[in-house]
């Protein structure tokens, strides 16, 4: 098995590539080796120390080092921990525990403008996003405002504000009048 790296935008993160689906559909975010707990493979990447989060994509992992941990020292044993993982045949998943479809669910007189804005994401704004390694999921509509959630690699990113602003903002005001501002927020 050879597992490609990738840089990212995230200088604390790097992009792992198995060559084989982590996740089928969605993508699941770990900010903690205890939320890790409902992974194998999560887990076995917080293990090896040094890891702030885990994110999975359909084809990749992105993992975020501690700002006083070097990629040099704690590369190998991540390499080694998602290897292991693979040949071991444990799920990436255990359980019953779905990964995250990427978007809240909206109602109400807003639905239209909020289905446009959930169609733009998906098609123009998250596969550019996860070609970084992360992921954007949508949190909410009120009164022009777009609120946006930022994953992996984009979580933290000095380039994240800019990327709201000068590219997400953007793109949703061209094509919805309605929305005038995007907005991050937390998990």
Same mark, same amino acid.
């Given at each position: 098995?050879?597992i $490609? +790296?990738? !840089?990212?935008?995230n200088p604390?993160?790097?992009? *792992?590539l198995?060559g084989?689906?982590?996740?089928?559909v969605?993508?699941a975010?770990?900010a903690?080796?205890e /939320?890790?707990? $409902? !992974?194998?493979l999560?887990?076995r990447? *917080?293990? +090896?120390?040094?890891?702030?989060?885990? *994110?999975?994509? #359909?084809? *990749?992992v +992105? #993992?975020?080092? /501690?700002?006083?941990? %070097?990629?040099?020292?704690?590369?190998?044993a991540?390499?080694?921990a998602v290897?292991?993982?693979?040949? !071991?045949? $444990?799920?990436?998943m255990a359980?019953?525990?779905?990964?995250?479809?990427g978007? /809240?669910e909206?109602?109400? %007189?807003?639905?239209?403008i #909020?289905?446009?804005?959930k169609?733009?994401?998906d098609t123009? #704004? &998250?596969? /550019?996003v996860? $070609?970084?390694?992360g992921?954007?999921?949508?949190?909410g509509?009120e009164r022009g405002i777009?609120?946006?959630?930022?994953? @992996?690699?984009?979580? @933290?990113?000095?380039s994240?504000?800019l990327?709201?602003?000068?590219?997400?903002?953007?793109?949703?005001?061209?094509?919805?009048? %309605?929305?005038?501002?995007v &907005?991050p927020v937390a998990?």
């Amino acid at each position: 098995m050879f597992i $490609q +790296t990738e !840089s990212t935008p995230n200088p604390a993160t790097l992009k *792992f590539l198995p060559g084989q689906n982590v996740l089928e559909v969605g993508t699941a975010d770990f900010a903690s080796a205890e /939320a890790a707990a $409902q !992974s194998p493979l999560a887990a076995r990447i *917080f293990a +090896t120390g040094g890891v702030t989060g885990v *994110f999975f994509g #359909v084809d *990749f992992v +992105t #993992v975020t080092k /501690a700002d006083d941990v %070097e990629w040099d020292h704690i590369k190998p044993a991540i390499l080694g921990a998602v290897m292991e993982h693979y040949q !071991s045949g $444990q799920p990436v998943m255990a359980g019953d525990h779905a990964p995250a479809s990427g978007h /809240a669910e909206h109602s109400g %007189e807003d639905s239209g403008i #909020v289905d446009q804005i959930k169609e733009l994401l998906d098609t123009r #704004v &998250r596969p /550019a996003v996860a $070609q970084d390694g992360g992921d954007i999921t949508f949190h909410g509509f009120e009164r022009g405002i777009v609120y946006l959630h930022m994953q @992996g690699a984009c979580a @933290g990113c000095p380039s994240s504000t800019l990327t709201l602003k000068m590219g997400i903002e953007n793109l949703l005001r061209h094509y919805i009048p %309605e929305v005038v501002e995007v &907005r991050p927020v937390a998990a």
